[in-house]
């Protein structure tokens, strides 16, 4: 304020997002949300097993699947190994974590019926073209960033995501840049992350992109994962830009 009044400099241009993008937003972020309460619930369930020394019987996956979840059932019901107190903490959690399920299913089919509107169709249609991006990566890209033309060039999109490097610098130091500024919606960084990995995956490019950059530094293997995120939110802003 003291060098626009003082020396006339211009102020940086706020954008506003319109009453439509905000509300757009309530449901993209509320599934967001129940997905992570829901990752939480299950976090919990494992501390408790792991803190009254319940081991998963061998042979039985780890993973959430079918099996794993009736072994949890019948535990919740049993009186070995865990106690009645542990019991009913179990059994509350397995109900929490069904009900945060079923919300989550809610909640997709949801952002699936506003990823239909006028508004999105078209640029949903394009982004999901992308390889590792699908309708819920490409709906929190489009209500996250609002609209898409008050980035001027791929550096002004990457830096208001917040994956650039910050920069220090003193009068006794030259510009020296640490880990990236994670300024910006984090929500939107931790879609491009699980998408990043979708791409790795399933686009040999893409692989052989993050090995190359694994390959200079193998004890740094975020950067390469930085680095692809960059890629993927730079292209995401170029297809939506003239849609």
Known sequence: MRGHYLAGNALPAVWIPDVQTRDDREVVRARLDTQDKCVAVKAQI???LKRN???R???LSA???REF???LDALSVCDTPLNWGARQHLGSLLRQMKNLEEEVQTLEYSVGTLATQPRHATRVERLTKLKGVGVLSAMVFLVEIGRPQRFANRRQIAA???LVPSSHESGETGDKKGHITHQGPARLRYILCQAVWNR?????LEKAAYERLVARNPKHKKIAVV???RRLVIRMWHTVQAA
């Open 227 to 229: 680095a692809a995120m």
């Open 46 to 48: 494992r501390t408790l």
């Open 53 to 55: 020394g319940a081991e």
């Open 69 to 71: 979840r009736a072994w």
């Open 160 to 162: 208001f995501v917040g």
């Open 63 to 65: 993973g959430w699947t």
């Open 57 to 59: 019987p061998a042979g």
């Open 200 to 204: 790795v995956r399933g686009d040999p």
